[in-house]
């Protein structure tokens, strides 16, 4: 059994700026319409946060983004200012379809596996977030995935462990670790720059806390580099 650190008793400094729930709302700028709920704004009062995502909030493509191991998306506030720079506007939370805008969650920091308390919720890390277009349609920055990809700075999901009322106020924590597990930072190096990594795509397929769909793609990846 891999080792589990209970951290309640340790300093956090996580927090929550922002909670941001959205519709999907046609893209701009497309030659063809094109939904998407990447356009999220903030909300004030509490919501109910189920095994499948936040109350007021949806999806336009179910295949690639929600369900309940991608219920949660989250993204660390210490990025917005590079990205301030490298696209020169002003960023408001919500600004990259995270439902949640988070201080203390960086990539190097959260591992696959990791358990958050978030209001009368419980939470666990499940994947990395894959930037797709729309992060760059949404901004008419098309360059702006492969930025995310490249950096590492992609945020995660979150599945609901125990579904809660949650609010932009609410306690925020990681209550559970392993520190042997992967963080979201090196997976991410894994899937974008490691293709041909065996070993590291093995080590990666035995966190139990992966999601399916990320275990679905490495499995691929790696029957093709074993067979080859």
């Given amino acids: 059994m891999t080792p589990i650190s209970d951290l309640t008793t340790e300093k956090d400094n996580t927090s929550v700026l922002a909670i941001n729930v959205g519709q999907p709302r046609p893209l701009p700028g497309q030659k063809h319409e094109v939904l998407s709920g990447i356009m999220k704004h903030p909300v004030s009062a509490p919501v109910f946060l189920s095994f499948t ?38 960023l408001d939370w919500g600004a990259f379809g995270e439902n949640l805008t988070v201080t203390g969650c960086a990539e190097e920091e959260v591992r696959i596996g990791d358990i958050f308390e978030l209001g009368d919720a419980q939470v666990q890390v499940s994947q990395p977030r ?17 930025y995310f990809q490249e950096s590492g700075h992609t945020g995660f999901y979150f599945r609901v462990l125990q579904e809660g009322q949650v609010a932009p106020a609410s306690r925020f924590r990681k209550i559970h670790t392993d520190q042997t597990s992967m963080t979201i930072l090196d997976a991410n190096r894994i899937m974008h720059q490691g293709k041909q990594n065996v070993e590291g795509i093995q080590t990666l397929l035995a966190i139990p806390a992966l999601s399916e769909s990320w275990r679905q793609t490495l499995l ?8 080859d």
Avoid: I
């Fill in 53 to 90: 995502g936040m109350t007021g909030d949806a999806q336009a493509d179910l295949v690639h983004h929600g369900g309940p191991d991608k219920a949660v998306c989250v993204y660390d506030y210490s990025h917005y200012a590079a990205l301030e720079q490298l696209m020169n506007r002003k």
């Fill in 220 to 227: 691929k990846r790696l029957n093709k580099l074993v067979s």
């Fill in 130 to 146: 894959q930037p797709c277009f729309k992060l760059g349609a949404r901004y008419d920055y098309k360059e702006l995935p492969v």
